[in-house]
């Protein structure tokens, strides 16, 4: 994505929008996520992105994109990253979730807004607002 002034905010929503759901991914064994890279079997890896993505998101509103990479070295640390899509109701955000062992990171690619506004900013809240909306959340029963 062309870095723009508002880029490192759009990616500190998304960052914190999938935070949980980037804990979850971290509980799939690495050897599953690089022996499912390795035979290309990307509908398993879609199926682990969608389980944990229901507990917190609608369906369909964050999914696999179209492909992940697995670093795997004899020396340096493992670490694997996921192209994601989120679709909340309005926008795309195409994004990146680098998984190791104790950090998280995303490098968003591209955001689309169904009706984007003149505002950067305005752009910015709009994301955050329905990132929020399509959440999940417990409710809490009276005692």
């Given amino acids: 994505m062309d ?6 905010a759009r990616e500190a929503i998304v960052a914190n ?4 759901v ?13 022996a499912f890279i390795r035979l290309d079997s990307m509908a ?4 682990i992105v969608e389980s944990a993505a ?4 609608l369906p369909g509103t964050l999914r696999l994109g179209y492909g992940c990479e697995a670093y795997v070295t004899w020396t340096g640390k493992p670490r694997i990253v996921l192209d994601l899509e989120l679709r909340p109701k309005g926008a795309t955000v195409y994004f990146s979730l680098s998984l190791s062992a104790h950090h998280a ?7 689309t807004f169904d009706v984007p506004s003149d505002d950067p900013q305005a752009n910015s809240a709009f994301l955050t607002s329905v990132l929020e909306k399509a959440r999940i959340r417990k409710s809490r029963r009276a005692a």
């Fill in 3 to 8: 870095r723009q002034p508002y880029s490192a």
């Fill in 54 to 57: 229901e507990l917190y998101y």
């Fill in 44 to 47: 398993s890896i879609a199926d």
């Fill in 22 to 34: 980037a804990d979850e991914l971290r509980l799939i064994d690495l050897a599953d996520y690089v």
């Fill in 105 to 111: 990171g995303v490098e968003v690619s591209y955001i």
């Fill in 17 to 20: 929008a999938i935070q949980e």
